[in-house]
């Protein structure tokens, strides 16, 4: 599997600053001061952002980052660069940020340090599902699951394990804040794209309004597949089945303007 630059870079940091920290004691009491406690984080509001490139055993570490390797590559060639990495810090910091929720022990904040890329990198996979959806992956090695279900399904394993306790050594609630860190990044980064603003104003100077959006489009089922692009055909069936499922309102202004023009062919 081929690798891209910022995936690349984010693995190489992640992994170098394990190992600087595991092999130097010296540098131990700076990596306490790196990690997250949320009850602390007035007194080191760094922490945020640096708890992220900490983690706390090889285990750790080598989950995390084979889960950016599966996932970052393909995800930072559709979303580029920039807003690949930007996914990835604020998601992150969505992580952060739910880490201050204790629902054991209401209006208490947590004391317990906070380490590990995993908010990140669950905001990657939940960019991923968003956009293929249907994409497989082997639970185990063994067992394939929609990647769309293995989101549900994490996300409702965080909640319970967050409420009920269990797992106790586990930060279920920076895994969510991952999740709701990427989902609101993506949203503003639609709503802010160039892309979408330029056919905003399109469609204001051609019907004064938006584009009216009709839950029943009979030509895009009927759009003919014989001669598309592999891309085209995989991103016909997500949009689809997108439709299937939520209705066209569910559609941004670019993916109806994809099928209207697949629908022209």
Do not use: C
């Not at 797992?167 to 160039?194: C, I, P, Q």
Request: aromatic share 12%; hydrophobic share 50%.
């Amino acid at each position: 599997m081929k690798t891209t630059p910022w995936v690349t870079r984010l693995i190489a940091a992640n992994v170098a600053l394990f190992f600087l920290f595991n092999v130097a004691p010296s540098l131990a009491l700076l990596e306490v001061q790196l990690r997250l406690v949320p009850a602390f984080v007035l007194e080191r509001p760094w922490t945020p952002f640096t708890y992220m490139w900490l983690h706390a055993g090889i285990g750790h570490l080598f989950f995390n980052m084979l889960g950016l390797f599966f996932f970052g590559p393909r995800l930072e060639q559709r979303l580029g660069p920039v807003h690949f990495l930007a996914l990835y810090l604020v998601s992150g910091l969505g992580g952060a940020a739910l880490s201050f929720l204790d629902p054991l022990h209401p209006g208490v904040i947590p004391t317990t340090p906070i380490v590990g890329a995993s908010g990140a990198i669950y905001g990657i996979v939940l960019a991923y599902a968003l956009i293929w959806p249907s994409d497989r992956v082997m639970v185990y090695g063994i067992v394939p699951v929609e990647i769309r279900l293995l989101v549900l399904l994490t996300a409702g394993y965080a909640i319970w394990a967050g409420f009920t306790g269990a797992s106790s050594g586990t930060a279920h609630f920076a895994h969510l804040g991952g999740y709701v860190g990427a989902y609101l990044y993506l949203a503003w980064a639609d709503r802010k794209s160039a892309s979408r603003q330029y056919r905003r104003r399109l469609d204001t100077a051609l019907y004064g309004r938006a584009t009216p959006v009709h839950d029943d489009e009979p030509q895009w089922d009927a759009i003919r597949r014989d001669g598309l692009h592999a891309l085209n055909l995989e991103e016909l069936d997500r949009l689809q089945a997108k439709v299937r499922a939520h209705g066209a309102g569910s559609l941004t202004a670019d993916e109806r303007a994809f099928l209207h023009r697949l629908s022209l062919r």
